[in-house]
């Protein structure tokens, strides 16, 4: 259960993060045999929002995004391996149907996310850092058209924050303090928080849960308080804004008769210190003239 929770979290994340870019599948069977693909993306706008950093240059092209919780294992490596070329295959046969070539920017990278990789690993694949690309990124030979991407092993800037959440321990805790710090009218801190709340809840359904989880948990609580408290006083502020909008209105109509459109949608738009100034200077109107006035 913890495995498909947290499976289900990074589908529903990466997902959430590419759709205005691109056509996103998750959950994507591509044989008969059920070999299901974590993330399918393909790119729709050549614009990627630059706030996604280092997971908008992998959206870039077509790809396959296989995040793991647990360190991936060879296994892991190459049944991710067989389910690019299994897309590969498929791309190939539709190409040809069409009797046109694939082309080369429509054959879809696989990036495998891994919290830790072992060196043995990153041999045993013959894996190679790129200098346009930056440390914990591992390019396997070109054909296989595969990186790994070792997530404690990112440089912590805000390039890597989107990929580092997906990481675990010390890496997504850290990622969580970068997240908190970003400034409220940031366009992917709302959806990453709910998405991060929305896992701490399941995981706290579950009977029996790890230290690693307890901890990611309690890291969270205090960040869920603030963010209810907020839409509580928020709504308390909408609140009160429309029944000090709706008393004005009552009175500038008792006075004036029918106001227009634009007037009304004015006076709503106002703030409650801007109402209560109107609240006061209506006493002094003696037609929406002087009302006009005012509002200008």
């Given at each position: 259960?913890?495995?498909?929770?947290?499976?289900?979290?990074?589908?529903?994340?990466?997902?959430?993060?590419l759709a205005s870019s691109g056509d996103v599948k998750t959950s994507l069977d591509v044989t008969a045999e059920t070999l299901e693909i974590d993330v399918f993306f393909r790119p729709t706008s050549s614009k990627i929002q630059p706030e996604l950093g280092l997971l908008g240059k992998l959206a870039q092209t077509p790809c396959l995004l296989e995040p793991y919780r647990n360190p991936v294992t060879i296994e892991g490596i190459i049944a991710c391996l067989s389910k690019l070329l299994t897309?590969?295959?498929?791309?190939?046969?539709?190409?040809?149907?069409?009797?046109?070539?694939?082309?080369?920017?429509?054959?879809?990278?696989?990036?495998?996310?891994?919290?830790?990789?072992?060196q043995r690993i990153i041999t045993a694949f013959s894996g190679q850092l790129n200098p346009d690309w930056g440390e914990g990124i591992y390019f396997l030979a070109p054909a296989l058209t595969t990186s790994l991407i070792v997530l404690h092993?990112?440089?912590?800037?805000?390039?890597?924050?989107?990929?580092?959440?997906?990481?675990?321990g010390g890496t997504r805790s850290r990622a969580i303090d970068e997240l908190e710090a970003l400034t409220p009218h940031h366009p992917f801190k709302s959806a990453s928080l709910k998405l991060l709340y929305n896992l701490s809840?399941?995981?706290?359904?579950?009977?029996?849960?790890?230290?690693?989880?307890?901890?990611?948990?309690?890291?969270?609580?205090?960040?869920?308080?603030?963010?209810?408290?907020?839409?509580?006083q928020q709504g308390e502020a909408i609140g009160l804004q429309?029944?000090?909008?709706?008393?004005?209105?009552?009175q500038l109509k008792r006075r004036f008769g029918p106001l227009t459109p634009h007037i009304t949608e004015t006076i709503q738009k106002l703030s409650v210190e801007k109402l209560e100034d109107l609240g006061e200077a209506l006493i002094d109107f003696e037609t929406q003239a002087d009302l006009i006035n005012w509002l200008n």
């Open positions: 259960m913890t495995r498909f929770l947290w499976d289900k979290f990074s589908k529903d994340y990466l997902e959430t993060f897309v590969r295959e498929q791309l190939q046969r539709e190409a040809h149907r069409h009797q046109q070539p694939l082309l080369a920017e429509n054959i879809p990278r696989l990036w495998i996310l891994t919290p830790t990789a072992s092993q990112l440089p912590e800037t805000p390039q890597t924050l989107w990929l580092r959440l997906l990481g675990r809840r399941n995981l706290q359904a579950l009977p029996k849960r790890t230290q690693e989880e307890r901890k990611f948990i309690m890291r969270l609580a205090p960040l869920y308080e603030q963010d209810r408290e907020k839409a509580i429309k029944e000090a909008s709706k008393l004005v209105l009552r």
